[in-house]
């Protein structure tokens, strides 16, 4: 039976830049997703994903069906069931059913990537069920496709980043694997959720309203290159001070909130080399870089933070078992 696991991720630099072209690095975290898939005989999809809010769900094996479906489903679900989609049209199987059982280490919509990381593990699991084993590059695409079908609009950073793993420079049509370091990243969750779509839209109506805020926007892609090479040369202090001032450019473009600003300042009062959030913002995670693991229960004594812990970069993106 095929078993994917995809890794989540956080943005060291350059989230909501990258949407204008600017440069980000992505970096793959030891969090992930894990879609095991088989075939079935009775002409359904079953799917079980009970950190996802789905204990059991049922659909009939039609494609047309699968389609009506998705109006009706909760939101994790609509990047299952896309992916079971795009998956089948691909490989033109003649499976009669399919079983997915799917276990999340991830906090929802928070900035970690699940929705990259469930993608790139439904599309993998399902095309090997079918006896397809696509390259790296062909399940980024893939998984690309299907956030970009659900959310609308979306970067291709966090399904290539979880694809490949380890951290990622994305920006002007490119996208490119940086050399491997395992950084000391710390998260912090505010236990919330930020809208991707709702904050790519407040950026964009300020970019809109304010034509400085294009410079803001080109700057963070300055920090983005000035970031790679810190990230180049091991330098833990220049990527931290990148970090911080990269936090306030996304606070001025509006997309933190009071809760992520504690977080970002209790891991810098604690010893943190940097703090920012990570992802679209409004709510979910910071990250920080914390060289003496030290600033968790710093974070903890907070009235923000609902959870914080260590995590290791993932050297490996997508795991085929
Ligand atoms: O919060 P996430 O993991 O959906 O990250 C969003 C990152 C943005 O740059 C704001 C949007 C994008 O598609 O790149």
């Not at 950190?51 to 109006?71: A, R, T, W, Y």
Request: proline share 3%; hydrophobic share 40%; net charge negative.
């Amino acid at each position: 039976m095929p078993l994917s696991s995809a890794p989540g991720k956080i943005y060291l630099f350059g989230e909501h830049a990258v949407v204008y072209g600017e440069l980000a690095v992505p970096c793959a975290i030891e969090k992930r997703i894990t879609v095991s898939c088989s075939e079935s005989d009775d002409n359904s999809i079953s799917i079980r994903a009970p950190q996802i809010g789905v204990d059991n769900f049922d659909i009939e094996f039609s494609k047309p069906s699968l389609k009506s479906h998705l109006s009706k489903v909760e939101p994790h679900l609509h990047y299952i069931l896309k992916a079971i989609d795009f998956s089948l049209d691909f490989s033109q199987t003649d499976l009669n059913g399919l079983e997915l059982v799917v276990e999340s280490e991830l906090p929802l919509g928070a900035g970690l990537g699940s929705s990259a990381a469930v993608s790139v593990a439904t599309v993998d699991a399902v095309s090997r069920t079918c006896g397809l084993t696509h390259s790296l590059e062909q399940i980024a695409d893939m998984a690309h496709k299907v956030e970009e079908t659900v959310q609308g609009r979306a970067s291709k950073a966090d399904t290539f980043c979880s694809t490949m793993g380890g951290s990622v420079s994305i920006g002007g049509g490119s996208c490119d694997k940086l050399p491997f370091s395992n950084l000391p990243l710390t998260i912090g969750y505010d236990g919330g959720f930020g809208s991707t779509k709702e904050l790519v839209s407040l950026v964009k109506h300020n970019k809109e309203t304010y034509p400085f805020v294009g410079s803001i926007i080109h700057s963070i892609g300055d920090i983005s290159t000035l970031g790679i090479a810190a990230l180049e040369a091991q330098d833990l202090f220049s990527i931290g001070k990148l970090m911080n001032i990269n936090h306030g450019l996304l606070s001025s473009l509006g997309v933190s909130s009071h809760s992520l600003d504690e977080m970002v300042w209790a891991a810098r009062e604690a010893g943190a080399l940097g703090a920012k959030l990570t992802g679209a913002g409004g709510a979910g995670c910071i990250v920080a870089l914390d060289p003496d693991k030290s600033i968790t229960t710093h974070l903890l004594s907070t009235n923000s933070c609902t959870s914080a812990f260590s995590v290791d970069v993932s050297k490996q993106g997508l795991i085929r078992k």
